[in-house]
């Protein structure tokens, strides 16, 4: 069972708050300065790595019009796999630029390649990591191509069956991963809230024995959130500008301050889940006095047996726990006691 992987020196595991990816794919929707400006922002929000995407339209499909390279539904309908990736896609000279902006920043940066070329360009650029897309996760000789490069890998399962996620991790490994995360997800954009069942995540780590996290296409944070009391150590979401940008992706991504919250909240839920413990936690330890207890209603002396209606349970809670009110009714008092006082045991004959 791996219960940690490192990128660029951080460790990313159930021990360490959640590890946030801002994913700009398409959103900087052709500017370099909306590039930089989106990987300045990310960092100013607390994201821990800005991922880009790695592809050319000639890399990952073919100019073509046939049937099958025509989007029919959804946010791109009516376009091209060809025009959409043309549309989409980062260029390979912005990439240097790019990586070198993160690291002057103190982001992390890498991407996610499609084919083999561009795995070689990101090794050229000393990408710490390397994530898989859910689409790419049947590409098993690109994920054996990814792997041999030692690097830790990140793969989304949107659309992978249980099979196909074992078969991509046999791929990694015998690629030469040794350090390896998967991300819960689904593929769709955006994506419902209630179609993600997040209780597959801890199942996940279970039975494929890797750190997990989330890749969230959701509207808003709150499935991310709920994603970390379920053991999600990564949650990945796209991040813009401007959601009405009118970019590829814009329309179901983060802006600023919505990332913000998602680092903020994301760590108070971690914080919160902490560890199984029945004891008194020193934030209670003031309102002790609002428990209830044994309190005297009326002065009596040594030697008295104790009635009923002299002994009250209520609050305050500095005397005797109320479990113990019929011992103390009808004992006898070894001294004096006055109302509105504490029943305590050294005021009693054994």
Same mark, same amino acid.
């Given at each position: 069972? &791996?219960?940690?992987?490192?990128?660029?020196? %951080?460790?990313?595991?159930?021990?360490?708050?959640? /590890?946030?990816?801002?994913?700009?794919?398409? $959103?900087?929707?052709?500017?370099?300065?909306?590039?930089?400006?989106?990987?300045?922002?990310? +960092?100013?929000?607390?994201?821990?790595?800005?991922?880009?995407?790695? /592809?050319?339209?000639?890399?990952?499909?073919?100019?073509?019009?046939?049937?099958?390279?025509?989007? +029919?539904?959804?946010?791109?309908? #009516? *376009? =091209?796999?060809?025009?959409?990736?043309?549309?989409?896609?980062?260029?390979?000279?912005?990439?240097?630029p790019m990586f070198q902006f993160g690291r002057e920043l103190g982001i992390t940066m890498f991407s996610s390649p499609f084919d083999?070329?561009?795995?070689?360009?990101?090794?050229?650029?000393?990408?710490?990591?390397?994530?898989?897309?859910?689409?790419?996760?049947?590409?098993?000789?690109?994920?054996?191509?990814?792997?041999?490069?030692?690097?830790?890998?990140?793969?989304?399962? #949107?659309?992978?069956? &249980?099979?196909?996620? &074992?078969?991509? @991790?046999? !791929?990694? *490994?015998?690629?030469?991963?040794?350090?390896?995360?998967?991300?819960?997800?689904?593929?769709? /954009?955006?994506?419902?809230?209630?179609? /993600?069942?997040?209780?597959?995540?801890?199942?996940?780590?279970?039975?494929?024995?890797?750190?997990?996290?989330?890749?969230?296409?959701?509207?808003?944070?709150?499935?991310?959130?709920? !994603?970390?009391?379920? #053991?999600?150590?990564?949650?990945?979401?796209?991040? =813009?500008?401007?959601?009405?940008?009118? #970019?590829?992706?814009?329309?179901?991504?983060?802006?600023?301050?919505?990332?913000?919250?998602? %680092?903020?909240?994301?760590?108070?839920?971690? $914080?919160?889940?902490?560890?199984?413990?029945?004891? @008194?936690?020193?934030?209670? $330890?003031?309102?002790?006095?609002?428990?209830? !207890?044994?309190?005297?209603t009326s002065d009596m002396q040594a030697g008295e047996t104790i009635p009923a209606h002299s002994v009250r349970s209520i609050r305050p809670g500095f005397g005797l726990p109320?479990?113990?009110?019929?011992?103390?009714?009808?004992?006898?008092? *070894?001294?004096?006691?006055?109302?509105?006082?504490?029943?305590?045991?050294?005021?009693?004959?054994?």
């Open positions: 069972m &791996q219960t940690q992987i490192s990128i660029d020196g %951080r460790a990313i595991g159930p021990a360490q708050r959640p /590890y946030i990816i801002a994913e700009m794919s398409a $959103n900087h929707n052709g500017s370099m300065d909306t590039a930089f400006q989106i990987i300045r922002e990310a +960092k100013a929000a607390g994201a821990d790595a800005l991922k880009i995407q790695t /592809y050319r339209p000639d890399t990952i499909t073919l100019d073509s019009a046939l049937p099958d390279f025509q989007i +029919k539904n959804g946010l791109w309908a #009516g *376009r =091209t796999l060809f025009e959409l990736y043309e549309w989409a896609h980062t260029p390979w000279d912005w990439h240097a083999t070329t561009a795995v070689d360009l990101l090794e050229d650029l000393g990408t710490p990591a390397y994530k898989v897309a859910s689409f790419e996760a049947v590409d098993l000789p690109l994920i054996e191509y990814i792997a041999a490069t030692g690097k830790p890998m990140i793969i989304s399962t #949107g659309i992978a069956n &249980q099979q196909e996620i &074992q078969e991509a @991790l046999a !791929s990694a *490994r015998k690629g030469g991963c040794e350090q390896i995360a998967i991300l819960h997800c689904v593929s769709s /954009y955006p994506a419902p809230s209630a179609d /993600y069942n997040l209780r597959t995540i801890p199942d996940m780590a279970a039975r494929f024995g890797v750190v997990t996290g989330l890749s969230d296409h959701t509207l808003d944070n709150a499935t991310a959130i709920a !994603s970390v009391a379920l #053991g999600a150590s990564i949650i990945e979401k796209h991040f =813009t500008l401007d959601r009405s940008g009118g #970019g590829p992706d814009d329309s179901f991504s983060l802006e600023t301050s919505e990332l913000a919250s998602l %680092r903020r909240d994301s760590e108070t839920a971690w $914080n919160a889940l902490g560890e199984v413990d029945y004891g @008194l936690r020193q934030s209670e $330890n003031d309102n002790l006095m609002f428990r209830r !207890s044994l309190y005297y109320p479990k113990h009110l019929a011992d103390v009714v009808g004992s006898v008092l *070894r001294r004096g006691v006055k109302a509105s006082t504490p029943v305590s045991w050294d005021d009693l004959i054994a």
